[in-house]
């Protein structure tokens, strides 16, 4: 069973940085597309980040510029580097791999999350 295992989150300042990662339990990125997820309180899960075995990268509108996704595959972890944080990134952030062919909707794996809390 493939496990995704976030770390990195915390509470940062307006304005300042965090970078998450995702370590995954097996060598996947050439088979699963993967994708940095967050949920606030009282709000619906949102798509922040992708990216495709070939390394293509998506973002979210509210995100672009500010965050990026990357990977290392030696080390089968996926990175969110976030900066120039604000109030309204505070959120639970999830790793997920998705297999193609399967909607961004429903990834096949998640991890268990990771939280990120941007206050003074």
């Known amino acids: 069973q493939l496990q995704l295992v976030e770390s990195g989150g915390g509470l940062v300042q307006p304005g300042g940085s965090l970078r998450l990662s995702c370590a995954t339990s097996?060598?996947?990125?050439?088979?699963?597309?993967m994708g940095w997820y967050r949920q606030a309180p009282e709000k619906q899960r949102e798509l922040v980040a992708t990216?495709?075995?070939?390394?293509?990268?998506t973002y979210a509108d509210s995100v672009k510029g500010r965050f990026t996704i990357s990977r290392d595959n030696a080390k089968n972890t996926v990175y969110l580097q976030m900066n120039s944080l604000n109030a309204e990134d505070t959120a639970v952030y999830y790793c997920?791999?998705?297999?193609?062919?399967?909607?961004?909707?429903?990834?096949?794996?998640w991890g268990q999350g990771t939280q990120v809390t941007v206050s003074s």
């Open positions: 997920a791999a998705r297999s193609p062919g399967r909607p961004w909707l429903h990834p096949d794996y």
């Open positions: 097996q060598s996947i990125f050439d088979i699963y597309l």
């Open positions: 990216i495709s075995k070939g390394g293509t990268t």
